[in-house]
């Protein structure tokens, strides 16, 4: 069963706020995009992944997707994490194409594609860093360690594997083989290491130490607030810099009147400037508008805040891909 699901990866909604407000023709666009483009298509793999364990049986397997905790002080993410009675089982999905090759001596992986060689971070070694982080939590947390198995998913079924070593065909997986590959796993191990009230306690645990993360995606790319376009964007025409009329923003670049412009500005704020915002930030990023505007805006949001009215901090929502419709009007 599904303990955990998988959802829109919030940092692919900063990317494309990113993408959105950033200044035209800013040198920084190209490589902003073509990293968009690859985390995209790992998230795509990563779904492709759930499809196919999704013929796994109901009973039995608890299933864990995008899951973030913490050894210690360091944070680990597992793509995806199956737990049952007898063992664990950590998957990382990687969605390159092309040639793959596994050098185990060297600990390489080098992509081929359009004549062209890379070398990439050995998903290999990460899925294992995993593996060793979570046994560090297991034992933090008090729970048996029990056998950690791990696989590479390459997702894409056209990719070409190659091994320096056969022994790395263990864990390295293609997507069509995963789920026989996982059943097969499940075949050969017998002793339980838990019971299922252990397996509950357990669950819940990994639930409820999830740590989600907050990329900054400005400082990924040293970029600021500077480098991004200001105002409220004209949903129709898409220039930037719509004005506040008493009850609605109007264009003055197409004349197109909209009651609801502003939600979208604000969402981009939340995920480019801070998770939390005040009055005189709204004020700046929205430009142009009264404090009793922004103060008014902000209410109408019925976002979450902390504080009194005056000095009043709103919070960017948990789920802000579903809280904040699209300006349609
Ligand atoms: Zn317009």
């Known amino acids: 069963m599904i303990e955990k699901g998988r959802t829109y990866p919030i940092r692919l909604l900063m990317y494309e706020a990113l993408m959105e407000r950033i200044k035209p023709n800013h040198p ?11 985390r995209r298509a790992g998230y795509k793999g990563e779904l492709q992944t759930d499809y196919r364990l999704s013929f796994l049986p109901e009973k039995g397997f ?23 009675l007898r063992y664990i089982l ?22 081929t594609k359009n004549d062209q060689e890379k070398s990439y971070d050995n998903p290999i070694n990460q899925v294992r860093m995993q593996a060793w982080h979570l046994k560090g939590w297991l034992q933090n947390h008090k729970f048996t360690v029990p056998p950690i198995y791990q696989f590479v998913a390459i997702s894409n079924s056209s990719t070409i594997i190659k091994v320096s070593d056969r022994s790395l065909n263990n864990i390295i997986v293609k997507g069509d083989v995963l789920l026989s590959r996982v059943l097969q796993i499940d075949d050969t191990t017998s002793n339980p290491n838990f019971t299922d009230k252990e397996v509950k306690k357990l669950s819940k645990s990994l639930l409820k130490n999830h740590t989600p993360h907050y990329p ?98 709103y919070h960017m929502p948990p789920d802000i891909e579903t809280f904040f419709n699209p300006a349609k009007k």
């Open 62 to 84: 608890h299933i864990f997707r995008d899951l973030r905790l913490l050894d210690g002080e360091w944070p680990f993410q597992i793509d995806t994490l199956i737990l049952t």
């Open 216 to 313: 900054d995606i400005l400082k990924q790319y040293s970029l600021t607030p500077d480098d991004l376009q200001k105002g409220v964007q004209c949903p129709s025409c898409l220039s930037y810099g719509m004005n506040r009329e008493k009850w609605v923003w109007r264009c003055p670049v197409c004349g197109h009147k909209s009651k609801n412009a502003h939600h979208k500005t604000v969402k981009e704020f939340f995920l480019l400037i801070s998770p939390t915002i005040k009055n005189q930030r709204c004020r700046e990023f929205c430009s142009g508008i009264s404090s009793k505007t922004a103060s008014d805006l902000l209410i109408s949001l019925n976002l979450p805040f902390t504080g009194m009215t005056n000095g009043r901090i």
């Open 90 to 111: 950590l998957i990382e999905t990687k969605a390159f194409s092309g040639t793959l090759f596994f050098d185990k001596h060297s600990e390489q992986m080098i992509q």
């Open 28 to 38: 920084k666009i190209p490589l902003i995009e073509q990293d968009y483009k690859a």
